[in-house]
């Protein structure tokens, strides 16, 4: 599998060329199959040792393979899944339901002055003041999900004393008779950010999913606009559709 040499690809460093080419390979392997060895890497690639190491150090970091020292190099399938768009459960009954372990770190819980882009999603004006909580949040220990919430602060002056390192977020919204009626989501793929890369744990310009979900509670009422962003080889997303109960196929 000679390195591809498509558009720009041949800028980049060596290292990174021969990640995207064990990417693709990986995307051709099963769960925890196991890599070819470091020498026969070298000789499919024609790179050096060192080069196949630190593209393999790369994947490790961002979750695509694993390493175990003496037994070689395996496809990585320990991922979390998020069923966030197929209903409005919460993070942590999610994790709960799944009997994972989650932890948060709070990265900041403070009250801004909404800006542009919030402003134009939650039907508000800039200016308004938002509740902001950011928070990281681990799944048996890994960092899997870094996640931005605003809501009108107006809506629930209380969130500003709750310790959400230690609660749900909706759960305590419930608990003023407050619930998601309606909400817009989306989730595509992009480059990680140096800050949400640091968090996560995954290299500069790894790929996450965003998932971005607009909340409305009773009437309309924008309720929240959060983004989170999961490491793409850590994390999946699974729904359910049905069809008509009389439906015939």
Do not use: W
Not at 94 to 120: F, G, M, W, Y
Not at 173 to 184: M, S, Y
Not at 197 to 215: N, R
Not at 229 to 244: D, I, L, M, Q, S
Request: glycine letters at 6%; one cysteine or more; aromatic letters at 8%.
């Amino acid at each position: 599998m000679p390195l591809r040499r498509r558009g720009d690809s041949t800028n980049l460093p060596r290292y990174l060329q021969v990640k995207a080419a064990l990417l693709e390979k990986r995307s051709s392997m099963s769960a925890f199959a196991t890599f070819p060895s470091e020498r026969d890497l070298c000789e499919e690639l024609n790179v050096s040792r060192t080069t196949i190491r630190r593209a393999l150090a790369e994947l490790e970091k961002d979750g695509a393979v694993r390493r175990l020292v003496g037994k070689g190099t395996f496809t990585d399938e320990t991922k979390y899944t998020d069923h966030a768009m197929q209903s409005f459960i919460g993070f942590d009954e999610d994790a709960r339901t799944q009997h994972r372990l989650i932890t948060n770190k709070i990265l900041s819980q403070t009250v801004i002055l909404c800006p542009p882009e919030a402003a134009q999603r939650l039907g508000l004006r800039t200016g308004d003041r938002l509740f902001l909580l950011e928070r990281l949040r681990f799944i048996d220990g890994l960092p899997m999900c870094l996640v931005t919430a605003m809501l009108p602060l107006d809506l629930c002056p209380g969130l500003l004393d709750q310790d959400f390192a230690n609660s749900s977020l909706y759960d305590f919204l419930r608990q003023h008779d407050i619930v998601t009626t309606l909400a817009k989501r989306s989730i595509e793929v992009k480059p990680a950010s140096m800050e949400e890369a640091a968090h996560l744990e995954i290299s500069d310009g790894a790929p996450v999913f965003l998932f971005e979900s607009i909340g409305f509670t009773r009437g309309n009422k924008p309720l929240d606009y959060v983004r989170s962003r999961y490491p793409a080889y850590k994390a999946r997303f699974e729904t359910e559709v049905r069809g008509a109960a009389n439906d015939e196929i």
